[in-house]
């Protein structure tokens, strides 16, 4: 079975969570090592366009953020969303 794609809001949300590390002083290597992937694995993961939510939340736990997860107006919409991987945002944590 071939593996889908991110879409595209995970996508960009992976590139605001680099855009951050970035205006914190980050490298991604830096980044990657404080999240507990290794910096080749990301690179990978980001070439492939194959992501985990878990790694996706430990980056942002690295950089002192949160995903979100927001409902829809209906359960079908809901069921579409997290089919098309645009159920959670990013979000600093207070």
Do not use: W
Not at 25 to 52: C, H, M, N, P, Y
């Amino acid at each position: 079975m071939r593996k889908q794609k991110l879409s595209n809001r995970i996508t960009r949300k992976l590139e605001e969570l680099l855009a951050q590390a970035k205006a914190q002083g980050l490298s991604q290597k830096e980044l990657a090592a404080r999240a507990g992937i290794s910096e080749v694995g990301l690179s990978q993961a980001k070439a492939r366009g194959d992501l985990k939510v878990s790694t996706l939340e430990a980056l942002a736990n690295a950089l002192d953020m949160t995903i979100e997860f927001k409902p829809r107006h209906s359960r079908n919409a809901a069921i579409a969303a997290i089919r098309e991987g645009c159920f959670f945002e990013l979000g600093e944590e207070l």
